[in-house]
């Protein structure tokens, strides 16, 4: 799977928006971009993902650059909840083998 | 619907002991995976099944085995725990490749003393 780089860590406050910026320089034309995201003590959870088209979901959208070359995942309103570390990763339309996970961002939401 | 179940949560192993952890999901995956999680690092893949009666290696295989006769089960087996083999173990299913999203359980704790 090609290469994710994302920051250590974020701060943002409660009831605001977040963004979470990812880069993948070397994304090829079938890679998806997957974003996932690792509550304290649990699983990680998948949270959306996309191919070129900026995608919405319940839980966060996603924006993809016009080059695919970086993209952003968009928390509308953080709760504490939303607390974790977030992965981006690019996975082959057609790739059967696991999740290639990096290190993550750490998002820390303040009350 | 319980998704995918590990057990068991927590395990304490002696050096050279063995044991198999559980891993089963309700959801009629094909795939499933096995990865390791090391403190304050990201999760690498052990093995991967396509379906029943299918197994691949993933990027940190040794020392571990597993197989996969039904396609609900993908029990991961440690033959001779050692302290590197201490770390959180997540299992994941997936319906397909590629774009489809894995599900994960909520991981057993090991800890190789």
């Known amino acids: 799977d090609a290469k994710t780089t994302q920051p250590n860590s974020m701060e943002s406050n409660e009831e605001e928006p977040v963004h979470l910026p990812c880069n993948h320089s070397t994304i090829s034309g079938t890679d998806y971009i997957h974003w996932y995201r690792q509550l304290p003590s649990q699983g990680p959870e998948y949270v959306i993902h996309g191919l070129t088209s900026n995608v919405n979901n319940r839980m966060a959208s996603l924006a993809i650059a016009e080059d695919r070359k970086s993209s952003t995942l968009i928390l509308h309103r953080a709760t504490l909840r939303d607390a974790a570390v977030y992965y981006c990763i690019l996975r082959p339309g057609g790739g059967a083998d696991g999740l290639t996970f990096g290190k993550g961002t750490h998002l820390i939401i303040q009350p | 619907n319980a998704g995918v179940t590990q057990t068991p949560k927590f395990r304490i192993l002696k050096i050279g002991q063995s044991m198999t952890l559980q891993c089963t999901q309700d959801?009629?995956?094909?795939?499933m995976y096995w990865y390791r999680q090391d403190p304050g690092m990201g999760l690498k893949l052990i093995y991967y099944s396509v379906g029943a009666g299918i197994t691949d290696k993933g990027e940190v295989p040794n020392g571990y085995n597993v197989s996969r006769s039904t396609t609900e089960d993908f029990p991961l087996r440690l033959e001779l725990a050692a302290p590197s083999q201490t770390s959180v173990y997540f299992c994941?299913?997936?319906?397909?490749?590629?774009?489809?999203?894995?599900?994960f359980g909520d991981g057993t704790r090991l800890s190789i003393l």
């Open positions: 959801m009629n995956h094909n795939y």
């Open positions: 994941a299913s997936s319906y397909a490749t590629g774009y489809q999203p894995q599900h």
